[in-house]
């Protein structure tokens, strides 16, 4: 379970999150849709304590946490019950595929080594990159680069994955197989928020979706409440520039 309760975030003058709140159980695959700027990359980067927040609390599992007044304990332990998905991959250029994904678990967790090669290479399997262990990121497509991403938070074993627009970053083409490896992260039964642009993605995996402008939650429920029936003139708006206008009532 992860609970986020009014989380605030400024940059200077500008006001990112304004004590947003959110809900998600256990195996939950939410998906966090709003237009640039609206606040979606910087809860998530809050959540995970890439970025720090002003305010608030956050729990995830048994561990709740002031937002301003975590340690660096308390930091650690959050992260070592969540795993992060960057938009642009953030590998390291110099190790290959395997030790990309190895590189958590040696690090953070203090697996051994051996033990480490092993669990990667079986979470590069899962995402269909076997043939690749030994291939460097200058040697692989985007596609390719973000399903290390993956492989590197799945291998962790989290409570948690948050996905940063895992897609925004690829070519069109290369979409396609990277959000099937996501909708079979999503199959495992793993904890799951999603930032995304990709609708029909979100109303095919999630079961819980939030729309978010201004750094506050507009609306949220399920994706048939928000893609074909939502309530509030801001969320047609957005979804009106993105999808038909028949897909939804207003």
């Excluded at 290959?96 to 697996?111: S, Y």
Aim: hydrophobic share 40%; aromatic share 6%; proline share 3%.
């Amino acid at each position: 379970m992860i609970e986020v309760k009014n989380a605030r975030k400024s940059f200077g003058q500008n006001h990112v999150l304004k004590d947003v709140s959110l809900h998600v159980n256990d195996g939950d695959v939410v998906v966090i849709l709003g237009p640039s700027g609206s606040g979606k990359t910087t809860l998530l980067r809050c959540i995970n304590f890439l970025e720090k927040a002003d305010g608030g609390t956050l729990t995830v599992g048994d561990k709740t946490v002031d937002f301003r007044k975590a340690s660096k304990s308390d930091i650690l332990e959050i992260r070592r019950k969540t795993a992060f998905v960057f938009q642009n991959y953030n590998l390291f250029q110099n190790k290959t595929a395997l030790e990309n994904v190895m590189e958590g678990l040696v690090t953070a967790r203090k697996v051994p080594k051996e033990t480490a090669r092993t669990r990667a290479q079986e979470a590069l399997e899962w995402v269909g990159l076997a043939d690749k262990w030994d291939a460097y990121p200058s040697q692989l497509s985007g596609g390719q680069q973000q399903r290390v991403g993956i492989a590197r938070a799945v291998v962790l074993d989290p409570e948690v994955i948050l996905f940063d627009e895992p897609t925004s970053a690829l070519d069109p083409e290369l979409v396609g197989e990277t959000l099937a490896v996501i909708r079979r992260v999503a199959k495992t039964g793993i904890t799951m928020i999603v930032v995304t642009h990709e609708m029909a993605f979100a109303q095919e995996a999630a079961n819980h979706v939030i729309f978010m402008d201004g750094g506050v939650v507009v609306e949220e429920g399920s994706p048939n409440e928000i893609f074909v029936n939502p309530k509030e003139e801001r969320t047609k708006k957005f979804l009106s520039r993105i999808l038909s206008s028949d897909m939804y009532e207003i």
